[in-house]
């Protein structure tokens, strides 16, 4: 029994004579567990759905995904001792960066019954892709994630210079693709294949229906995508990257992540203010309203800028209108967060003060600058 790589032969597999079916479905069995036993859980799943393609009441097989469901033995652990379940991961590595260690991370699967699982499994479908093609493009509306079964994929953002940039490489056991599908909003950034790679793909079709049959299925995945997007938005954002390491873990868990539609108002100037906003995804418009009617654009905010400091430290309502120029996905904290984990901590309130000073004083001097004629009255800042 070997344990080569998944190759194009192991996906699209000929169908043998009868006299072989039994004796090369069992041969696909024990390396499935095998598979399975090492960890390499994406691998088993997808050995397994090429059995079920050639039986699909093969019985021992979905035994092996019951046992998939329930919890597999760690083999470097003692006999006996349980871990759970979890699909294991290289993990998320820069470019040039050695993808050879294995780690677990958070388990997508991790919360759902024998039954979720299995007819989630039953959805997943088996897709191979050659290196350097696109698996999905940036822009475009998501109606899938993916699991990827062996190989590895790039990912590529476009930056507001409009230079394309390799963000990070991800490899056996990563999923991707789960952020559109969830909230609506077009790709993040587009997969490459870096190699060969083979991927399980669920589309949005087919989750709608698991989620109905399952809701526990709708609520693992939001709970990973929160999970994930968070761990990465706190590590990185350059503020909240100042608190120590548990606070960032118990502010997490206060965040909302919350989906609006373009030409949403999201904060509208000369009413109260009641959060703080990150936004991860879209454009947004500040805008200032004139008092003899109509607006001014004072500045575009994108991804990973923060609005509602202003109205935090200086206790004042908003002091401009903010409107969704594209769909957006945002993180919200309220004021009673902003309390008990930001505003006793001295590096972040000097970060805040300092941001929502600049934009005041970058407003005034736009302001200065639209000065009307003598005799007209001056803007109001």
């Not at 000929?14 to 390499?40: F, I, K, M, N, V």
Request: with cysteine; glycine share 8%; net charge negative.
């Amino acid at each position: 029994m070997s344990d080569a790589p998944l190759k194009q032969e192991d996906v699209v597999v000929q169908l043998p004579s009868s006299s072989e079916l039994e004796e090369t479905l069992s041969d696909y069995e024990h390396l499935a567990e095998a598979w399975a036993q090492r960890g390499w859980l994406s691998r088993a799943i997808a050995l397994c759905k090429v059995i079920l393609r050639l039986e699909p009441d093969h019985e021992p097989t979905r035994r092996l995904f019951t046992k998939l469901d329930a919890r597999w033995m760690d083999p470097l652990a003692p006999p006996g001792h349980p871990v759970p379940r979890s699909i294991v991961r290289l993990p998320t590595a820069e470019a040039g960066s050695n993808m050879s260690g294995m780690q677990p991370r958070v388990s997508l699967l991790a919360q759902l019954g024998e039954k979720a699982f299995l007819s989630v499994m039953e959805s997943l479908e088996l897709r191979e892709f050659q290196p350097g093609e696109t698996i999905v493009a940036e822009g475009e509306p998501g109606n899938a994630l993916f699991a990827i079964v062996e190989g590895s994929v790039e990912v590529v953002r476009t930056l507001k210079s409009g230079r394309r940039r390799t963000v990070a490489f991800l490899g056996e056991g990563d999923f991707f693709g789960e952020a559109s599908l969830l909230s609506d909003v077009p790709r993040l950034a587009s997969v490459k294949a870096f190699e060969r790679t083979a991927v399980l793909q669920l589309t949005r079709d087919r989750l709608e229906g698991l989620m109905q049959q399952h809701p526990s299925v709708g609520e693992a995945l939001h709970a990973y995508h929160r999970e994930r997007l968070l761990d990465d938005v706190l590590r990185g954002n350059p503020i909240f990257r100042m608190l120590p390491p548990e606070r960032r873990e118990a502010l997490s868990r206060d965040f909302q992540l919350c989906a609006r539609p373009e030409g949403a108002t999201l904060l509208t100037q000369g009413k109260p203010v009641d959060a703080l906003y990150l936004l991860l995804r879209g454009r947004c418009q500040v805008l200032h309203q004139r008092p003899e009617g109509g607006e001014s654009l004072l500045r575009t905010l994108g991804e990973g800028d923060m609005f509602g400091e202003i109205a935090l430290m200086l206790g004042l309502q908003a002091t401009a209108t903010v409107r969704a120029e594209s769909a957006c996905l945002l993180l919200r904290l309220d004021w009673g967060s902003c309390e008990r984990y930001l505003m006793d901590h001295p590096g972040v309130c000097e970060a805040l003060s300092r941001l929502g000073n600049e934009r005041l004083l970058c407003s005034a001097e736009m302001f200065w600058q639209q000065t009307p004629a003598r005799g007209e009255e001056p803007p109001r800042v």
